[in-house]
C-alpha cells in the first residue's frame, strides 16, 4: 500500500484564502482538522423525533392571546 501525498499548496490555499486563516492558525491544524473545517466527510443526519422536540421546546409557536401574534 502506498501513501497518498498531499496537495500542499492547494490545502494552503483552501486554508489561508478560503478560510482566511493566519499562517500560524493553518500550521497548527492537523490534515484532517483543515478537511473538517473545509466541510469534507462533515455528512449532517436528518433531524431525528429527539432533535425536533428539542427545537419545539426551545422556540414555541405563539399562542392566540400572546402579545405578538400577528406580527410580522
Not at 496537495?7 to 482566511?20: E, I, Q, S, V
Amino acid at each position: 500500500m502506498t501513501a497518498r501525498r498531499l496537495d500542499w499548496p492547494a490545502m494552503m490555499r483552501a486554508g489561508m484564502l478560503g478560510l482566511r486563516l493566519d499562517p500560524a492558525a493553518f500550521w497548527r491544524l492537523t490534515p484532517a482538522e483543515l478537511r473538517l473545517m473545509l466541510g469534507h466527510g462533515a455528512q449532517a443526519s436528518p433531524m431525528g423525533r429527539a432533535g425536533l422536540d428539542a427545537l419545539m421546546a426551545a422556540y414555541p409557536d405563539l399562542q392566540e392571546g400572546d402579545p405578538d401574534v400577528g406580527e410580522v
